[in-house]
């Protein structure tokens, strides 16, 4: 059973920066996928982005492109996003999540393990 711990959260002003982490455990395969969802009061999660541990390849949806980068650590088997450029529609929950695949799904379906969530909130 994997286990996902985030840490990182918090407030900061816009066009400011934030770096989320995201500690796993209990992962026995490595054709494994991680990545970020995040979900805004009042809307449905939305897949944020992602990286396959097997190949590096990463994914980033359009609204972060540009502003946003997904790294790993092998040996600590942790991810981490760089939130630079805030604005405040990047206000949300954000979800560590995590899936035994081969490449990086953007249906939050496809993930099978989430972490408890990190408040992110950018002020104007």
């Known amino acids: 059973q994997v286990q996902l711990v985030e840490s990182g959260g918090g407030l900061v002003q816009a066009g400011g920066s934030l770096r989320l982490s995201c500690a796993a455990s209990g992962r026995t395969f490595s054709n494994y996928v991680m990545g970020w969802f995040r979900q805004a009061p009042g809307k449905e999660q939305e897949f944020v982005t992602g990286?396959?541990?097997?190949?590096?390849?990463?994914d980033y949806a359009d609204p972060v492109k540009g502003r946003f980068t997904i790294a790993r650590d092998n040996a600590k088997d942790t991810v981490y996003l760089q939130m630079n450029s805030l604005k405040p529609e990047d206000t949300a929950v954000y979800y560590c999540?995590?899936?035994?695949?081969?490449?990086?799904?953007?249906?939050?379906?496809?993930?099978?393990?989430w972490g408890q969530g990190t408040q992110v909130t950018v002020s104007s």
């Open positions: 999540v995590a899936t035994y695949r081969w490449t990086v799904e953007t249906d939050k379906d496809a993930y099978n393990y």
């Open positions: 990286i396959s541990w097997i190949n590096g390849r990463t």
